[in-house]
């Protein structure tokens, strides 16, 4: 099982930090007393492998329990527990500006003021960050680059966290709600009206076929394919963790279902995902 705790200043992006791992798969838990780690973690083991990754937010927030933090981690470690600590990190201006624009409070509030309260805050966490196995100082950080950092961090490949949907419709019931790029073939020859294929669909060979068998089809798809493999790492440098790309012939189950088939077996290197929706429908 995979642990990380994240902890660092108020202000630096800790939520930002957890928001991505929820999305990489990490079961997140946030404001948590230090204390209760190891119990947490002893849990999750028994539970046999429903959560394989989990992420501890602690921070400031706990009061003086933060000081019990890496006492309990060293428990971790004595267990056997195998854990990343991610200290995240910003300059004090930085982190002034920020409580400024968004008008909150800091949790640490020292009667002097921001700054005071930032310094003594920093003071309170200086032993964890000597100990952190990640710093990420997110002072001149846009969200995309805080992504692209952790993308680093937790992932040696794209495979690991973007996935490419590649889904088949028919446009009579409905384009798919959760479509990223929507494709109409419906201009191609169809094989509903050739008597021998039109019980049968894109997976068969004699289907797939006869709607690859025009040069504007094998255009088409040259051109499709082409502009997909030029996306894809566009997509991923946005810091999106998946996309999909819906392709829709009037029934679902002809050309749409091909096309779907060829675009998937040529986009090699990537996480795939298959799906033809609507292949089933009418029977």
């Avoid at 930090?17 to 999750?44: H, K």
């Avoid at 890496?70 to 201006?93: H, P, R, T």
């Avoid at 998946?242 to 189950?253: D, M, V």
Wanted: net charge negative; hydrophobic share 40%.
């Amino acid at each position: 099982m995979q642990f990380t705790i994240v902890t660092g200043l108020s202000g630096s992006g800790k939520t930002q930090v957890m928001r991505f791992l929820e999305d990489a798969g990490f079961f997140c838990i946030d404001n948590l007393p230090p204390v209760i780690i190891p119990q947490l973690a002893a849990m999750f083991i028994s539970i046999n492998g429903k959560y394989e990754k989990v992420a501890f937010a602690i921070d400031s927030r706990v009061g003086d329990m933060i000081g019990d933090l890496l006492a309990n981690l060293k428990i971790l470690k004595e267990n056997g527990y195998e854990y990343k600590l991610i200290f995240v990190d910003a300059s004090d201006e930085v982190l002034v500006k920020r409580y400024k624009e968004t008008r909150r409070h800091h949790p640490i509030s020292s009667g002097m003021g921001l700054l005071d309260s930032i310094k003594k805050e920093r003071e309170m966490l200086s032993k964890i960050y000597q100990e952190a196995d990640e710093v990420i100082d997110t002072s001149n950080f846009t969200l995309e680059q805080l992504s692209k950092t952790l993308r680093k961090i937790y992932f040696e490949d794209r495979n690991d966290y973007f996935t490419v949907n590649i889904m088949s419709f028919g446009f009579k019931y409905g384009i798919p709600l959760d479509a990223d790029l929507v494709f109409d073939v419906r201009c191609f020859v169809n094989p509903f009206y050739v008597d021998e294929l039109k019980n049968k669909t894109g997976n068969d060979k004699d289907v797939r076929d006869y709607v690859m068998n025009t040069e504007t089809a094998k255009k088409f798809m040259d051109k499709l394919v082409s502009m997909v493999k030029f996306l894809l790492p566009l997509y991923i440098e946005e810091g999106k963790t998946s996309l999909t790309i819906a392709i829709g012939c009037t029934g679902g189950k002809h050309r749409s279902v091909t096309m779907a088939n060829v675009l998937e077996e040529e986009l090699e290197g990537y996480s795939k995902n298959l799906i033809h929706r609507d292949i089933l429908r009418g029977k």
